[in-house]
């Protein structure tokens, strides 16, 4: 079975969560299956390998898994992007826009060389606006980034777009599943 199938398999929908109208897709099936999980990194790395990256970003807080899963296996350092003042030391901090309201994120100011090309990941592409805001994060430190991958795309809420606004290109952008609308 290919991976896009035996992930859209083992992902579990949960409906009205958190709240009402809501079809939550939960990956905890995927963290309970070892070998699955190994051939998500996998084809993070064989994806995005050619071009090649420096450095490896998560998002908090499944981001870190996939991240420093793909850190242990490339060898490659691994920077963390955190909620607001979870952080020690000097940070740059992004605000962006939630549908109930406004969170931040921030990074550590000398957490990536000028210049260095980052691979930036997450489980779960919503509207975007977290990862455009770790987008902006990696460029105040004068990194570059090389691309941005994600466990699940909910294309459906047009977050590709969004992507798109910072300067992302649609070669820079994987999703080893998509989701329409209703799915």
Do not use: W
Request: glycine share 12%; charged share 25%; proline share 5%.
């Amino acid at each position: 079975m290919d991976l896009t199938s035996e992930l859209k398999e083992r992902i579990r929908t949960v409906p009205d969560f958190p709240k009402p109208g809501i079809l939550f897709k939960d990956i905890t099936p995927i963290f309970e299956d070892p070998p699955l999980l190994a051939r998500c990194i996998d084809a993070i790395d064989n994806h995005f390998s050619a071009g090649g990256y420096d450095l490896i970003g998560g998002i908090e807080a499944r981001g870190f898994i996939f991240g420093a899963m793909l850190s242990q296996k490339t060898g490659k350092p691994f920077i963390p992007i955190r909620k607001a003042g979870k952080l020690p030391g000097k940070t740059f901090r992004e605000s962006y826009q939630l549908e109930y309201g406004q969170a931040e994120i921030e990074i550590h100011q000398d957490a990536i060389p000028a210049g260095a090309r980052i691979l930036l990941l997450d489980d779960l592409l919503a509207t975007g606006g977290t990862a455009a805001a770790a987008i902006k994060l990696i460029e105040q430190t004068g990194g570059k980034l090389a691309g941005i991958a994600f466990l699940i795309d909910l294309a459906f809420l047009g977050s590709l777009a969004r992507l798109r606004e910072t300067g992302v290109t649609d070669d820079q952008i994987l999703s080893l599943v998509s989701y329409g609308a209703g799915q």
